[in-house]
């Protein structure tokens, strides 16, 4: 089964920076949307943002809009989440995932077909 495998998580501090990968072995990121999911503890989970297939078009939840952006390398199969101005509400496990949906959902998280792991992103002084 197709599994996205989700890097870069870490501790950073407010107003820092972090760039998220997600990659995979098992099909295409070129030929898919790409959505980013976030879960804290006792929230349910939300979208960040996504890119779209094929037109690199993406879209973004309000509350990150202006500080987060998700870009492609198809050469090496994966999908950047590069987060900046880090608040500490952006504290979260990030997660990935792809379908083959067009256009892209931030919020439509049970459409999507293949998920990762998450890596955590932990925004503390």
């Known amino acids: 089964q197709t599994q996205l495998v989700e890097s870069g998580g870490g501790l950073v501090q407010p107003g820092g920076s972090l760039r998220l990968s997600c990659t995979t072995s098992?099909?295409?990121?070129?030929?898919?949307?790409v959505g980013w999911f976030r879960r804290t503890p006792g929230k349910e989970q939300e979208g960040v943002g996504c890119?779209?297939?094929?037109?690199?078009?993406?879209d973004y939840a309000t509350a990150v809009k202006g500080r987060f952006t998700i870009f492609r390398d198809n050469a090496k199969n994966t999908v950047y989440l590069q987060m900046n101005n880090l608040k500490p509400e952006d504290t979260a496990d990030y997660s990935c995932?792809?379908?083959?949906?067009?256009?892209?959902?931030?919020?439509?998280?049970?459409?999507?077909?293949?998920w990762g792991q998450g890596t955590q992103v932990t925004v503390s002084s």
């Open positions: 890119i779209n297939s094929l037109s690199s078009k993406s």
């Open positions: 995932a792809a379908d083959r949906m067009s256009p892209c959902s931030v919020v439509s998280r049970w459409a999507y077909e293949y």
């Open positions: 098992g099909i295409s990121l070129g030929d898919h949307s």
